[in-house]
């Protein structure tokens, strides 16, 4: 098996691990994730930060577990931090020796600003591209704040608000006026950030988007990019707050969070109130995607290289068995477009997904070459991740179904994406374009020895040496209005 990093994040609710495999120089993908709720931080708020026996021995017993989880993947790296619940308590040193002696594993405490990194580093590099925003994880005993401008990490901040710490002295004490009093302090300690967009990271904030996406039927299974307004949002907190057990249940909320998310929706319901930001986006990527960003990154000034896609490589790396093909694909397909785009009216800004989709194009027949295209299709849908925003990824996958004799726009699945796409017109023309890239490469010659023109009646010249089975496969396409193509051998 190909190199595998394991990351351990030691939260002070939960403690994750997830295992990073590579399958090429940046490209990457999640082989196992596994969680256990063993909140380590459990009555310590309580007792000056006192890690409690219990939750120690709970915790040390969940470590052996994921270690041998990650040795069944033969991980070449372990990589190991924890956070706030750690860095508050007097006894950490007995439990980090502990884990030491008896599994053979240095835990990293790291600080609040570290933390803080990690996790808008990760977002920075796997979510699609906004020039201003603020990063908030709230986490079960602290929350971490950076403030991302133009794909870098500018500024960072972590203050002591976390779910449990929030839940043992306050809520336990049915004391949530106390609660909001000692949130609305720690939130003075931030600047003004005046930004629009705030992106949520961490447990709570993915809990509370899950159940808002089932809630309103959101046509995408993707937590990570999902997008949001505020006032949906604290509409929906609003709503967790004065739940019952029962009703949190009906609203999908997961028994483990039951006594933290009423917490946690408060925490989240001041820091929108601070920092007024009218757009939120959900981020599936954190702590453990920064921690292993950083160790993938650290010759590349912890940056993805630009115009670089790591779902799009993965799935190339993975898939594409004609992957030369998918070049010349990719090549024609700009062409034509910067041919065509104006007489087709379709928006410039459609270039990006097209050549995706083109590069893509035939990764189904890693699956199996019958019914390819509805394999690539699939492929896209399910593993285009990063980077990318729901409705490019829509696009990306739409764009790589095909039925002869029928319009990109006739095979748009019912109750489905549909919303998230382009106009009809606009998604049409660009299946157009993209199809008819793939008859011209039908001989698979090269892209190159093609010469494209327009003529002076609008006619699209296309000359080649060798485009006898293109000629007969345009038939199968339906071309825009308008469109009127010559194949010149
Ligand atoms: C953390 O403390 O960061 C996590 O345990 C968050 C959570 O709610 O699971
Ligand atoms: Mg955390």
């Known amino acids: 098996m190909a190199q595998c990093t394991a990351v351990i994040d030691i939260g002070s609710n939960s403690m994750r691990m997830a295992v990073f495999q590579k399958t090429s120089r940046f490209a990457f993908h999640i082989l196992h994730e596994v969680k256990s709720s063993v909140r380590i931080s459990e009555n310590a708020y309580k007792n000056k930060g006192h890690l409690q026996n219990e939750a120690m021995e709970r915790t040390a017993q969940a ?8 040795h069944s993947f033969d991980a070449r790296k372990i990589l190991c931090v924890a956070t706030s619940a750690l860095r508050d308590a007097p006894n950490a040193s007995t439990f980090l020796s502990q884990i030491r002696a008896k599994h053979n594993l240095s835990i990293k405490v790291i600080s609040g600003e570290k933390e ?5 580093m990760a977002c920075a590099n796997l979510l699609p591209a906004i020039s201003k925003a603020i990063t908030v994880d709230v986490g079960g005993g602290s929350t971490e704040f950076t403030v991302l401008q133009n794909g870098k990490v500018e500024q960072l901040f972590s203050l002591n608000i976390g779910t449990v710490r929030i839940k043992e002295l306050f809520f336990d004490r049915d004391d949530s006026a106390g609660a909001i009093n000692y949130i609305d302090e720690m939130l003075k300690q931030l600047p003004n950030f005046e930004v629009n967009t705030l992106i949520g990271i961490g447990g709570t904030f993915r809990a509370l988007s899950r159940s808002l996406m089932k809630k309103e039927e959101y046509p995408l299974k993707k937590l990570h990019a999902f997008t949001t307004d505020e006032s949906s949002f604290l509409r929906f907190t609003n709503q967790i707050l004065n739940a019952s057990p029962k009703k949190l249940r009906s609203l999908f909320i997961k028994p483990d969070r039951f006594d933290t998310i009423k917490p946690g929706a408060l925490i989240l319901e001041r820091i929108l109130k601070h920092t007024q930001a009218k757009t939120l986006i959900s981020s599936g990527v954190g702590v453990r995607e ?3 960003l950083s160790d993938l990154l650290r010759n590349a000034g912890d940056k993805f290289p630009s115009n670089y896609n790591p779902s799009v490589r993965y799935l190339l790396d993975t898939y594409s068995i004609h992957s030369d093909h998918a070049q010349q694909c990719a090549h024609l397909s700009k062409r034509l477009f910067e041919l065509l785009q104006t007489s087709l009216e379709i928006d410039s800004k459609y270039k990006f997904e097209l050549v995706i989709a083109a ?5 189904g027949v890693g699956v199996r070459y019958y019914a390819h295209s509805r394999h690539s299709h699939y492929l896209a849908m399910s593993a285009l991740d990063y980077a990318l925003s729901h409705p490019q990824i829509a696009l990306i996958s739409h764009l ?5 004799g029928n319009n990109a726009s006739d095979l748009i699945p019912k109750g489905s994406y549909g919303s998230l796409l382009p106009d009809n017109a606009t998604l049409d023309a660009l299946s ?9 490469l039908a001989s698979r010659v090269n892209a190159s020895t093609l010469t494209l023109s327009k003529d002076r009646d609008g006619v699209i010249v296309i000359e080649g040496k060798h485009l006898y089975l ?9 071309l825009p209005k308008g469109l009127k193509i010559s194949l010149n051998s």
Do not use: D, M, P
Not at 432 to 440: E, T, V
Not at 470 to 478: H, S, T
């Open 290 to 292: 920064g921690v292993f």
């Open 359 to 363: 590069k893509l194009l035939s990764i």
């Open 432 to 440: 157009a374009i993209l199809r008819l890239s793939h008859i011209l």
């Open 400 to 404: 790589l179904l095909f039925k002869k």
């Open 63 to 70: 470590i052996g577990e994921f270690l041998s989880i990650a």
């Open 470 to 478: 293109a000629r007969e496969q345009l038939k199968n396409i339906i």
């Open 116 to 120: 803080a990194y990690f996790g808008g």
